[in-house]
């Protein structure tokens, strides 16, 4: 396991911190936005089987937000997804809505393999995925993070980690990185919602 990963793992299995969220059993959803996100009864997400017919929005490969190196023995690959519907509705107001999902599907990266002779590609590897779920009745401060290992419904991780402050300092779109997705950048930008000196 990777450094990248085994911080992962250490995260995803924190306990939540009193106070730090309002959960219930049921996601909340407006009549126009009903939320992609679904829940257990104990109020875990529950993990979204069908995140790859969603929306692409960028890839990333070894992409680092720390000054300190990753250590990792190997090229990862972030695929990043949308649920539909958020789109169609950011694509309007360049604002994410409340019920909003966002994807993050981290791969294994190969350099060899069948006729290609560099570059690197994706593989069937995959690692824990991480969920960022925007539902203002929900979570405090309206967004919360999840990460599933295997498929399995996975907890809300803490308010407190580093996950949040850093969307918060850095996200141009409402604590989302939109500023490395391609085809939603000119959208928010044209908006008045994309903050450049993010």
Known sequence: MTVRSKAALAVALGTLVPGAFALSGTAYSSPEHPSAARYTARGELIFPADYREWVFLTSGVNMNYSDEAMGMDHDMVDNVFVDPQSWRAFKQ???????????????????????N??????????????VHVKDSRRFKGGWAFFVHRGEQPASAIP???ACYS?????????????????TAKPIAVKAGTFDAAK
Do not use: N
Request: hydrophobic share 30%; proline share 5%; net charge neutral.
């Open 159 to 161: 308010g407190t980690a």
């Open 117 to 130: 002779k560099s570059g690197t590609f994706q593989t069937e590897q995959r690692f824990s995925l991480e």
């Open 166 to 182: 850093c969307h918060g300092s850095h996200g141009a779109v409402d604590t989302t990185f939109v500023q490395f997705y391609p």
């Open 93 to 115: 107001t360049g604002k994410w809505p409340d019920g909003t999902v966002l994807v993050k599907e981290p791969r294994m990266g190969a350099h060899t393999g069948s006729i």
